[in-house]
C-alpha cells in the first residue's frame, strides 16, 4: 500500500508562511492527496485536496510535484489557531477495489507568538 | 458544522463485553467510516460503509463488526472488548469517495479495563 512520510514536528512564527511537506513515492495514478488537521481533543478537519494540479482554498495552498511523489501544504500566514497535527492522506481505491486510505503520522505544527 | 454526532462520548467497560458506538448523521451523506487514533499510530480505519446494508473492511478491522440500517446510522460493535481497543474511536462522513473530503464526528473515548 502506498504510504505517506511526514516530519515529526515543525515550527512556525506567527504570521510566517509555513511549508508542510509530505513524501509520497508510491502514490498511484488513481491516488487523490488530502490534507487534514486535527487539534487536540477534536476530530481531525479536513484542509485541502488535490489530485495533480496546484489547488488554492481560503485555509491553504497545495502544491503537488510534477511527479506527484511528493506535495506541500501551504499556510501563508500562521496563526496561533493553526497550531495543529497535520496529516497528509492518500484517498484512492486499492486493486481488488475496496476504499483505500492511508493516513501518515502526522506532522506536530506549533506556532509561536 | 456537519452534522455528525457520536454516542457515547466517553464509555468505561470491561475485558469481555460487548460495547457498541453510534454515529448519527444529518447530512444524508452515502460514505460514513468509523475509525480508531492511538498514539504512535494516528488514525486507522477499521470499518466503512458505501451504503444501506453495504460495508467493507478497512485495515483494522479484525475484533470489530458494523452495520447500516438506515443512511443516517452506523454502528460500530465490539463483541467482546478487549483492552487492546481501547482507543478513541472517530466516526467520519463523505459524500462519494475519491477526491471528496470527509467530515468527522466528535470522538468516542473507550476505556476497556
Known amino acids: 500500500d502506498a504510504k505517506t512520510t511526514q516530519p515529526n514536528s515543525m515550527e512556525s512564527n506567527e504570521e510566517e508562511p509555513v511549508h508542510l511537506p509530505c513524501n509520497h513515492s508510491?502514490?498511484?495514478?488513481?491516488?487523490?492527496i488530502h490534507w487534514y488537521r486535527q487539534l487536540p481533543s477534536q476530530g481531525p478537519e479536513y484542509v485541502i485536496h488535490g489530485l495533480t494540479s496546484n489547488v488554492n482554498n481560503r485555509m491553504a495552498s497545495l502544491a503537488i510535484a510534477e511527479d506527484r511523489k511528493s506535495s506541500t501544504l501551504i499556510l501563508h500566514r500562521a496563526t496561533l489557531r493553526d497550531a495543529a497535527v497535520y496529516y497528509c492522506?492518500?484517498?484512492?481505491?486499492?486493486?481488488?477495489?475496496?476504499?483505500?486510505?492511508?493516513f501518515g503520522k502526522g506532522t506536530k505544527l506549533t506556532v509561536n507568538p | 458544522d456537519a452534522g455528525i454526532t457520536q454516542s457515547p462520548r466517553h464509555k468505561v467497560t470491561e475485558t469481555g463485553t460487548p460495547v457498541t458506538l453510534r454515529c448519527h448523521q444529518t447530512e444524508n451523506h452515502r460514505y460514513m467510516y468509523w475509525y480508531r487514533q492511538d498514539p504512535g499510530h494516528g488514525l486507522r480505519l477499521i470499518h466503512y460503509?458505501?451504503?444501506?446494508?453495504?460495508?467493507d473492511k478497512g485495515e483494522v478491522s479484525d475484533g470489530y463488526s458494523v452495520s447500516r440500517s438506515k443512511t443516517e446510522d452506523f454502528l460500530l460493535t465490539l463483541e467482546s472488548a478487549t483492552s487492546s481497543q481501547t482507543s478513541v474511536y472517530f466516526c467520519a462522513i463523505s459524500v462519494a469517495r475519491g477526491s471528496y473530503e470527509q467530515y468527522f464526528g466528535p470522538g468516542t473515548r473507550l476505556t476497556v479495563t
Open positions: 508510491t502514490i498511484s495514478g488513481t491516488d487523490y
Open positions: 492522506i492518500l484517498r484512492g481505491l486499492s486493486q481488488g477495489g475496496s476504499e483505500k486510505l492511508v
Open positions: 460503509s458505501y451504503g444501506v446494508k453495504d460495508t
